[in-house]
């Protein structure tokens, strides 16, 4: 079993930065792929970026290209989300997860689907105000 806890959520206004902390517990975090999924409020849960083990491969969504930025340091067990140039429609509850088996490399777009995620923390809110 792996715990996961999300922390660094709040509120930001538009253009502003936050940077998101997942810190795992349990089984060796380096042995899991790790991303971050979002859901907005009265929408699905929609993915935002993924890490490998190692942290050498990353993969974002569009719409958050150069503007997020997804780091581990697995001697700390934590997964980080560096968000930057914040918009409005960033607004979202901010989800942490893990997987190991079932996920598949880093360069499928089939690292989206939540499925291949077998952990996930509580969420943490991120709110941009205009």
């Known amino acids: 079993q792996v715990q996961l806890v999300e922390s660094g959520g709040g509120l930001v206004q538009a253009g502003g930065s936050l940077r998101l902390s997942c810190a795992a517990s349990g089984r060796t975090f380096s042995l899991y792929a790790a991303g971050w999924f979002r859901q907005a409020p009265g929408k699905e849960r929609e993915f935002v970026t993924a890490?490998?083990?190692?942290?050498?491969?990353?993969y974002y969504t569009d719409s958050v290209k150069g503007r997020f930025t997804i780091s581990r340091d697995n001697a700390k067990n934590t997964v980080y989300l560096q968000m930057n140039s914040l918009k409005p429609e960033d607004t979202a509850v901010y989800y942490c997860?893990?997987?190991?088996?079932?996920?598949?490399?880093?360069?499928?777009?089939?690292?989206?689907?939540?499925?291949?995620?077998?952990?996930w923390g509580q969420g943490t809110q991120v709110t941009v105000s205009s």
């Open positions: 890490i490998s083990r190692s942290g050498g491969s990353t």
């Open positions: 997860a893990a997987g190991n088996t079932r996920l598949p490399p880093l360069s499928s777009p089939r690292i989206k689907q939540e499925g291949g995620y077998d952990y």
